[in-house]
């Protein structure tokens, strides 16, 4: 076998894993957020790609194509969210604004979210304390979390301080 097949074979299974990862994460959303009462679930839970599924927007020129957007707007979505959602770790929008999501954001979040850009959770019901992780989400231009249950301002001043690029914040 050579060099250049051993590769492809490399990328493919890196590609479908990574894919499978972000799936995997979706669904343990649809999980836990009661996903069965949506108002909308256009594709969701079925066998067809993820970028396919309503309210997920993928990469055209990347291979593999990875979850860019992610908005569940007004949605019905009612639980918490899932950690497993650090996986879409490529995302540069992601709105889970104006349903009943309720519980801590997950810390693992924040860690992966580095290339995001806008960071929507405002009108739910989540609370406790901001994780430091969101610290790494340098690119932010927007940070929407307002209208929540939040109790923690020292680290969300010692978050948005490393977050240079912000040019709205709804807290």
């Not at 256009?42 to 396919?52: A, L």
């Not at 992601?94 to 959770?121: E, M, R, V, W």
């Amino acid at each position: 076998m050579s060099i250049a097949s051993i590769l492809f074979m490399w990328l493919l299974q890196l590609t479908s894993s990574q894919t499978t990862t972000e799936r995997n994460a979706l669904l343990d959303l649809y999980g836990q957020a009661n996903g069965l009462n949506w108002r909308r679930t256009d594709n969701w839970n079925t066998t067809k790609s993820i970028c396919t599924w309503y309210g997920v927007t993928c990469s055209n020129t990347t291979a593999p194509r990875r979850i860019l957007q992610f908005s569940l707007y007004d949605n019905l979505l009612e639980g918490t969210i899932p950690s497993t959602l650090s996986a879409l770790d490529a995302v540069e929008y992601f709105a889970l604004s104006t349903n009943k999501l309720h519980g801590s954001i997950p810390t693992s979040l924040g860690l992966t979210f580095t290339k995001c850009q806008y960071f929507d959770l405002r009108y739910n019901f989540l609370n406790g304390t901001f994780p430091m992780g969101f610290s790494k989400m340098t690119k932010l231009t927007h940070f929407v979390v307002s209208n929540n249950e939040f109790t923690d301002s020292i680290n969300l001043s010692k978050i948005i301080g490393n977050m240079k690029q912000l040019m709205y914040v709804d807290v």
